[in-house]
């Protein structure tokens, strides 16, 4: 059994523009049943919004738990250090439906926690606030630390440049949950019950994508329609297992055939490293 982690801005569409043979790749996991997640640092859009963008781009088949978020893995994470606390979100819907169905208040004043994610609303009264509340010991997080992301005309800031900022006002660091920390990329495997070994991590970006799987021990394949050049490679000190032009180039039993092998040999091979261990 092989099961994926895919990414999806730079691997699946740019913007709305769907990237070819996104959609014959993922009919192909649907048909044969193959488990997969995609793999979000955008923490804007709930599991939903994600599902039916991706329908509506002509991904259809697509439900809600193929879809693991940054704003999911940070509420989760943030329920798990402190059930029913309260939190101050820089961010739109995604995060804040995350925290709420996670048993987060949203509140103004005081909170556990400043909680920052992607969004456009952000005002520097906002960031005024949230600093003042870092000054008083709650505590920063950040759903990622990508500094930029992509759009159809070029680039916009990210969480992590909007982050920075926080940072360097207070003194203080953040704690950030999304893509590569483990804490996400070790959640969304859980999420469906593979082992490292029967992981692939699709993507296109080193900084994220490559490394969270390389430091995890998943198999990874990195397209090159996004945020990396070949000629880029170089100067990384971790590389993809396979390369590729684009998603195009990828199909299930290619891969398979690369990593995969039946699931008795798997199991063998689970055994014995138990044993080793013990
Ligand atoms: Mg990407």
Do not use: W
């Amino acid at each position: 059994m092989l099961g994926y982690l895919i990414d999806m801005d730079g691997v699946l569409y740019h913007g709305h523009q769907l990237i070819p043979g996104a959609q014959r790749f993922i009919h192909e996991l649907l048909a044969a049943d193959v488990p997969f997640l995609f793999l979000t640092n955008n923490s804007q859009r709930t599991r939903r919004d994600v599902a039916t963008k991706l329908g509506r781009m002509g991904i259809d088949g697509i439900e809600e738990r193929h879809v693991f978020t940054c704003a999911m893995a940070t509420a989760r994470y943030l329920a798990q250090q402190k059930p029913n606390g309260t939190a101050y979100v820089i961010g739109e819907g995604g995060l804040l439906t995350a925290l709420h169905s996670n048993g987060f208040a949203i509140v103004d004043r005081d909170p556990d926690y400043v909680v920052v994610g992607e969004g456009r609303t952000l005002t520097f009264e906002m960031m005024e606030t949230a600093l003042g509340m870092i000054r008083n010991g709650s505590r920063l997080i950040a759903t990622n630390l990508d500094p930029n992301c992509p759009t159809p005309t070029g680039m916009r800031p990210g969480c992590g440049a909007l982050v920075a900022l926080l940072e360097a006002a207070s003194g203080i660091k953040a704690f950030s949950v999304g893509k590569p920390s483990p804490i996400m990329m070790r959640g969304a495997r859980k999420e469906l019950g593979l082992s490292a070994e029967q992981t692939i991590m699709i993507g296109d970006t080193m900084e994220t994508d490559i490394v969270g799987g390389v430091q995890l021990g998943y198999h990874t394949a990195l397209v090159l329609t996004g945020s990396t050049k070949r000629s880029d490679l170089g100067r990384y000190a971790y590389q993809p297992d396979l390369i590729f032009d684009s998603i195009n180039d990828i199909s299930h039993e290619m891969l398979v055939d690369e990593f995969g092998s039946s699931d008795s040999e798997l199991d063998e091979e689970g055994d014995r490293r138990l044993l080793a261990v013990n």
